[in-house]
């Protein structure tokens, strides 16, 4: 499968190169949204693609923006990526783009944890809570939460960690009333998908959920949703308690990267073997199956 480490569209103004995603100016109202290959671990971008791994995100994501559409408007402008690009920058779009409205972003993450890992178990650990809500006491590592915790990020600049804060924090940022409504959009976005995804032996951790504002205030879901990138997913066959469980990400890399000894961490990237891209290629390509029930389409 080819690949496309960066994107180079030049018939329309580049907006920006994220961590994964390259943006395009469409006009002044809408976006255009190519999903690279390339993969980010500890905020630091690896040197090599993952074969396929864009088309798996923007996939994933369409799939999700149709299945839960009902709940809150998106960012889709039902525009073909192809029509907005010259002919010969059709290949760089093709099952890995978008035509997005162009919208202001808030500037805070929605995050939602169904289950206690990563950086939630440890902050429980320590405090007994995660981000200042308390918990029962004697959970244990990946055990189901009594119900769904919002937990909010601010967004932060590119290359630095997104910082965990309170609701209260929120609210100040941007507000009592969008912030009430970006929780209560987030939980039961979170809750619907998570009952899909059980029934196709897939678990969802936690995930995290962008959105932003049109020309009249109205708050729309953006970004990449639900995907193996933004979310934990974990196979229901071979989930248990008391351990990190496997997930459909980038867990390969990450197992190969806590190996160095010498890596602090920070750019530039080490290189990562072929096995290690390889085996993470397989893990996203299961990902889309197992949850839409289609294979990757090219």
């Keep these: 499968m080819n690949s496309l480490y960066q994107s180079s569209i030049k018939s329309l103004p580049l907006l920006g190169h994220g961590k994964v995603r390259d943006n395009y ?19 630091v971008v690896m040197n090599e693609p993952i074969p396929g791994k864009g088309k798996v995100l923007n996939q994933m994501t369409d799939f999700w923006f149709e299945k839960l559409g009902h709940i809150v408007p998106n960012h889709l402008t039902g525009v073909a990526p192809e029509s907005v690009v010259a002919a010969d920058e059709v290949e760089q779009v093709q099952g890995r783009a978008v035509v997005a409205k162009r919208l202001k972003p808030i500037m805070v993450e929605a995050v939602v944890r169904g289950y206690i890992i990563g950086s939630g178990w440890k ?4 405090t007994g809570s995660i981000c200042g809500i308390q918990l029962p006491a004697g ?58 995804a059980a029934s196709r032996g897939i678990i969802i951790a936690d995930t995290k959920f962008e959105f932003g504002l049109d020309d009249n205030g109205v708050m729309h879901l953006m970004d990449e949703v639900l995907t193996a990138d933004s979310s934990r997913f974990w196979p229901a066959d071979s989930y248990a308690t008391g351990i990190s469980p496997p997930s459909f990400d980038k867990q390969f890399v990450r197992d190969y990267l806590e190996t160095l000894t010498d890596w602090g961490k920070t750019a530039p990237a080490p290189a990562l073997p072929a096995d290690v891209i390889n085996k993470t290629q397989a893990k996203y390509f299961e990902a889309i199956e197992r949850l839409t029930g289609e294979k990757l389409k090219a």
């Design 25 to 43: 100016a469409v006009g002044d109202d809408k976006i255009l949204i190519v999903t690279s290959d390339r993969l980010s671990a500890f905020d």
């Design 123 to 126: 902050d429980y650990q320590a």
């Design 139 to 196: 959970l244990k590592q990946a055990e189901k939460l009594p119900q769904p915790i919002f937990t909010p990020a601010a967004k932060a600049d590119l290359g630095e960690h997104d910082e965990n804060i309170s609701f209260e924090e929120m609210e100040s940022r941007i507000g009592a009333e969008l912030a009430a409504k970006m929780r209560d959009v987030a939980i039961k976005l979170y809750t619907e998908a998570s009952e899909y």
